[in-house]
């Protein structure tokens, strides 16, 4: 353990410390992202920082993200070729990603270099110990997104909300609380994931009690006939056959928006937010690439990214972000989850799962 | 000698392939608690998994009464029209067989979950295509008439959608058998009926037992249709529960209780292998190919070749052309309503510009086909052994090979990762272990082969033996030419099996390894609802030729015969 410690502090101190060529080379990119104008992505100029970072990276040449799925992770390759041809990144998106990662490590086998999930799901991959100390704060990480000494970052966050397809759906048709949704004109009409629903339902039993939000979900699924599925809602929600899909996100129909559709989201009185992070796996098998990776994700240019793509923004310690600042505006109450309150709701999720289920 | 070689070498292969995943399903069953994988330092021997699936009382009150309707009802479906289609196909002038024959196996082609989503799209209660056409016809107002969110629905699409499976096992029964005895029972004044029960089912026992036991088992393991169709209306079968323990979302995902729930599936094996086996004891029963020469004839259908007509196009417009139609629709639109709509080709252009899809084309062309034809060989050969042979242990190779059946595909993927992962041979990560991980899938050739070599006379393997023939000349120019009908339909059937196959690709996927099927999942995990039905659409594109091709060569080398 200390010599992890110690590692992590040397690390760090390689990180901070910039070299007058790497500061040369920020320059050069700064110069040359100006001039060249007009770019498919919409760039900023490396920081001396990461341009060091990079120069590093680049004999390892790749560097491999693990996350969920496709949707999450699948962008930061294309981006890569365009902006870093130096790397390339690979990914695997899979919800067998953990158990995948777990069995690769035992077999002394180490393709993951950066871990990209969400906290809950992220404790199966850190209680092991297969996630090394970083230094997150030296990348711009505030001391509350820091978690397990430094092991993992807070990233971005699924914050969720009822969609609706608005060729389908006038925006003020849209009930502004959990508690309209049980209104009988909804009946018949709406559509949860059997995954999200109770994960969203556990946030709110965090401030409504375990109690009043099982009655809301029977409610909502027993007299309202909200159809549970484990197909993609977006299908149902198209073709018109449901008018609302209750507990997806913000990201969920930028994507769709992205994709040419013309989605809308309404965020609610409380608004679930269940937090992403990102760690470097303890046995990286290009360390400086992996490094580099994490460095650029933590840029707000990255972030940006994130949020335009995977639709996943960062509430929890960026106040500034455009979402952020619509919750505030609208007074709305996020919940997060953190180390602390994680046990709890992943408790509340098993026990609002079963409803979901039958 | 060199017969011996090869004999023993097909069993070791099949027993290296199947006991893999089988040894591991076994041991995961057992080992616990949730929050370790079954290998791992901290896990334990446990009972807790079984305690967990079999002590719910949920199990008891619900689950199994609807798997046993579910069962009961798609199996009873999917005999009635697959073996009129089959016999239509095989035995009678019907019109546009090879067409026909090609066409009806469409549903095989694509993955169940396209299908589902096809086919909600047609008749979900509330803007269902037919519903809509329906309700504008007759004036009425509201959700429905048609639901297919109910048990009914279910068991319809279910029988429907395994259809092609059977149909595929049946024709292979059908078209190796001799009409000569049907012939001799019309010439003896039996009516077409009487001839049908007492001569046709009858000779056929073990061609029709075989797939039936399949059906039977893939259909229990099913669970695309009862998570898309059987879920909403809440109806939960035996596989919701296998499905949400190994999709654990936030968690690990449970194999011990996953490989709990496939026990079941496994005891169902054993004891369907079983009564198989004692109801076709007596092989010699149903052997009605011998040296004496026959030539297939069909039966004329004359003033019923419309009713029959009417039957395939009714078959094909909904478990074909109409969610072709869906799919075609879907990448032509993105799946927008009617009113939305706008045609483009956008989605092919995206994605046939991409290397990465060619890539996976060219993968899953060499690990679909790599893995069927090591599955038939082994398969095929392993069948002869046990039927021909008097080698002590073939009746446990004929068990061990049936087992394959009853073992999860999320299973095989988990167990052939671990082993690889030990063993230094650089298959790790490659399309290559995408066909060892696809190729324990024996059962299905085993049965066919098995079903199609009683029906062969052993007598003309003698005479090509006291002719001076050996073991390979005589399996070469006698066993296999006969046998090609039932090896055909077997490489036909894993071939598109591994064509679709998404659980064992996403479990062991790379940058290198990429199938179409993965392709096509992370399409629609990203909403690109368009580009993954063009990738569907393609996948079909790509292999109906080769069905039709395939079809075309066994009618022409059986006119040839």
């Known amino acids: 353990m200390s010599k992890i410690r110690a590692s992590s502090k040397v690390e760090a101190s390689r990180s901070m410390t910039i070299s007058r060529r790497a500061a040369l080379l920020g320059g050069a990119a700064s110069v040359l992202a100006t001039t060249t104008g007009r770019q498919a992505v919409a760039q900023t100029a490396l920081s001396p920082q990461l341009a060091e970072l990079y120069e590093r990276a680049k004999p390892e040449g790749e560097v491999s993200i693990w996350g969920p799925s496709a949707t999450t992770i699948g962008w930061i390759p294309d981006i890569f070729a365009e902006r870093f041809r130096d790397i390339k990144v690979s990914f695997v998106g899979s919800e067998q990603a953990a158990a995948r990662f777990i069995t690769e490590s035992r077999a002394n086998r180490h393709t993951a270099d950066l871990w990209f999930y969400s906290l809950g799901a992220t404790l199966d ?74 994960r969203m339902a556990a946030y709110l039993a965090i401030e409504w009690g375990l109690q009043r939000t099982q009655k809301w979900m029977r409610a909502l699924i027993d007299d309202n006939r909200t159809m549970i599925t484990t197909a993609p809602v977006s299908d149902l929600l198209f073709s018109g056959e449901r008018r609302l899909a209750i507990s997806e996100s913000v990201g969920a129909a930028r994507r769709m928006n992205n994709a040419g559709r013309n989605v809308g989201y309404r965020l609610m009185e409380i608004v679930p937010c269940t937090q992403f992070t990102l760690a470097v796996t303890k046995n990286t098998p290009h360390p400086n690439a992996a490094r580099f990776l994490a460095a650029w994700l933590m840029t707000s240019e990255a972030k940006t990214l994130f949020s335009e793509r995977a639709g996943l923004s960062d509430v929890r310690t960026d106040p500034n972000s455009p979402l952020s600042r619509e919750i505030q505006a609208a007074r709305l109450k996020p919940v997060f989850e953190d180390v602390n309150t994680m046990d709890q709701r992943a408790d509340y999720y098993r026990q609002l799962s079963a409803i979901a289920k039958g | ?67 046993a309707i579910f069962a009961a009802g798609s199996v009873t479906i999917t005999f009635v029209i697959a073996f009129t289609l089959a016999w239509l196909v095989e035995r009678t002038d019907l019109p546009f067989r090879s067409a026909i024959f090609t066409a009806i196996l469409f549903p095989l082609l694509v993955p169940t979950v396209v299908l589902a989503i096809a086919w909600t799209l047609l008749c979900a209660p509330n803007a269902g295509w037919v519903n809509v056409a329906i309700r504008g016809l007759f004036g009425v107002q509201g959700p429905g008439p048609i639901n297919i969110f109910t048990m009914p629905g279910l068991i319809i699409c279910q029988g429907i959608a395994s259809t092609p499976f059977v149909f595929l096992l049946l024709c292979a029964a059908l078209r190796t058998m001799n009409p000569s005895l049907e012939e001799a029972s019309n010439t003896s004044g039996a009516s077409p ?36 169709i059987g879920f909403p209306a809440r109806v939960n079968v035996f596989t919701t529960r296998l499905f949400f323990d190994l999709n654990a979302e936030d968690q690990l995902p449970k194999y011990g209780s996953a490989a709990a729930v496939a026990l079941l599936f496994l005891v169902i094996a054993i004891l369907l292998l079983a009564l198989y086996n004692y109801m076709v004891r007596r092989a010699e029963r149903y052997v009605t190919m011998t040296g004496k020469g026959y030539r297939p004839t069909r039966l004329k259908l004359g003033r019923w070749r419309a009713p029959a007509l009417v039957f395939v196009g009714a078959y094909l417009t909904f478990a074909a052309v109409l969610p072709a139609l869906v799919l075609l629709w879907t990448s032509l639109t993105g799946g927008v309503t009617w009113s939305e709509a706008t045609l483009s080709w956008t989605a092919y252009e995206k994605l046939t510009s991409d290397p990465r899809f060619w890539k996976a084309v060219v993968n899953t062309f060499i690990v679909a086909a790599c893995s069927a034809g090591i599955a038939t060989l082994v398969g095929a050969l392993i069948s002869w052994q046990i039927l021909r042979t008097r080698f002590i242990g073939r009746n446990l190779l004929d068990f061990i090979s049936f087992l394959s059946i009853g073992i999860p595909s999320v299973i095989a993927g988990f167990a052939v990762m671990l082993l690889y992962l030990s063993l230094p041979i650089g298959v790790y990560g490659t399309i290559w272990i995408l066909v060892l991980a696809y190729s324990y899938r024996i059962a299905v050739t085993t049965r066919l082969s098995r079903a199609a070599l009683m029906q062969i006379h052993a007598e003309l393997e003698e005479a090509s033996s006291i002719s001076g023939a050996g073991w390979l000349d005589t399996i070469r120019r006698i066993v296999l030419p006969l046998m090609t009908p039932a090896l055909l339909s077997s490489f036909l059937l894993l071939f598109m099996v591994g064509f679709r196959e998404f659980t064992i690709p996403m479990m062991l996927q790379s940058d290198d390894n990429w199938v179409l099927s993965v392709v096509m999942w992370r399409l629609q995990n990203d909403r690109q609802t368009g580009e993954a039905a063009a990738v569907g659409t393609l996948i079909v594109l790509f292999v109906i030729p080769i069905i039709f091709l395939m079809r075309r060569y066994l009618l022409a080398q059986q006119n040839n015969d």
């Open chain 1, 125 to 198: 991959i850190q209680s092991r110990g297969l996630l090394q100390k970083h230094d997150w704060a030296s990348l711009g990480a505030k001391p509350e997104g820091i978690f397990f000494g430094g092991e993992v970052v807070a990233m971005n966050n699924h914050v969720s909300t009822p969609i609706f397809s608005r060729s389908l759906v006038k925006d003020d048709d849209v009930p502004r609380q959990y508690e309209a949704l049980l209104d009988p004109r909804w009946k018949d009409n709406m559509v949860a994931s059997s995954f999200l629903l109770p």
């Open chain 2, 1 to 67: 000698m060199a017969g011996k070689l090869i004999l023993a070498g097909a069993a070791v292969v099949a027993i290296y392939l199947i006991s893999v995943p089988l040894i591991f399903l076994l041991g995961t069953a057992f080992r616990g608690p949730a929050d370790f994988l079954p290998f791992e330092p901290g896990s334990r021997w446990t009972l807790d998994n079984l305690w967990d699936v079999y002590l719910d009382p949920a199990l008891y009150r619900s689950i199994l009464p609807n798997t």
């Open chain 2, 193 to 228: 009926i009487v001839t049908f029960f007492k001569i046709t089912l009858p000779v056929l026992r073990p061609g029709i037992l075989a797939p039936l036991i399949l059906a039977t088992l893939l259909t229990l393991e099913q669970f695309d249709l009862p998570l898309i």
